[in-house]
């Protein structure tokens, strides 16, 4: 018996060991202010949340959405491209980015599309172009179904929404969605890990350098997020897939 338990309490201190190295610790948000932040960040509180966002350029307005795990940085090279003769309006949403988690933990797309429409009263935007990336394209396409006369253009880049099938899912998703595993990863988050999911989904996979990995890396580490990711994985989505049909605003999709 008392080899059992000295063989146990080995594999125990291994353990505790290993974790202790590999343990990634939350960053602040001031910590990261700091580092993602320029004269063009703003901040306004929606739903009781301080939500980062920028505002940039001249003309009719275009919001543009990002995807899981991203942040408003998503699109600086576009906004250096249309800030010329649109003012862009882009931000951290709830769960991503500076923002960070949502109060409610309602991460259903409803409460995204509600987060829109509150965001853009802030702006006092009664119409405006709506553009959005993979879970941002879901979201910017809802809003479309729901608020038809607020939307002037659409634009999805590799937009979700439909259902689907097949073990296509990034490697996040299928630990976020692991019993075992969960619990491990609001602790250990490797930078090689969020390296590993960015060369899942990027088409390019020159364009996954070191800077954007790190920012990655950086914003899954701020206070909450890992937690709030694992709570909008989770999260029991009602399918309105059907309703794309009813988007009658001009619409440019890309794959």
Not at 173 to 191: D, E, G
Not at 237 to 247: F, G, L
Request: with cysteine; charged share 25%.
């Amino acid at each position: 018996m008392s080899k059992i338990l000295k063989t146990l309490g080995v594999i125990l201190l291994v353990l505790i060991v290993g974790f202790l190295i590999l343990r990634s610790p939350d960053k602040s948000v001031e910590e990261l202010k700091a580092l993602y932040t320029d004269d063009q960040s703003q901040w306004i509180e929606i739903e009781g949340v301080p939500v980062h966002y920028k505002k940039e350029g001249a003309g009719p307005a275009v919001i543009l959405v990002h995807g899981t795990g991203a942040s408003l940085h998503t699109w600086d090279d576009w906004t250096e491209v249309l800030d010329d003769n649109y003012t862009v309006y882009r931000m951290d949403i709830p769960a991503f980015g500076l923002t960070g988690p949502a109060l409610d933990k309602d991460y259903t797309i409803g409460a995204y599309v509600d987060f829109i429409k509150d965001f853009a009263q802030s702006q006092s935007l009664d119409t405006f172009s709506i553009g959005g990336n993979s879970l941002g394209g879901y979201i910017a396409w809802a809003f479309a179904v729901m608020h038809p006369e607020k939307v002037s253009k659409l634009i999805l880049l590799d937009a979700a929404g439909y259902p689907h099938e097949g073990d296509s899912e990034a490697l996040a998703f299928k630990v976020a969605t692991n019993p075992i595993l969960r619990p491990l990863m609001k602790h250990i988050t490797p930078k090689s890990f969020i390296e590993k999911n960015m060369l899942q989904v990027y088409g390019d996979d020159s364009k996954v350098t070191e800077e954007l990995v790190t920012r990655y890396h950086d914003m899954t580490l701020r206070s909450g997020n890992r937690q709030a990711f694992i709570d909008r994985v989770h999260t029991k989505h009602k399918d309105i897939s059907d309703r794309v049909k009813e988007i009658e605003c001009p619409t440019l999709i890309m794959w």
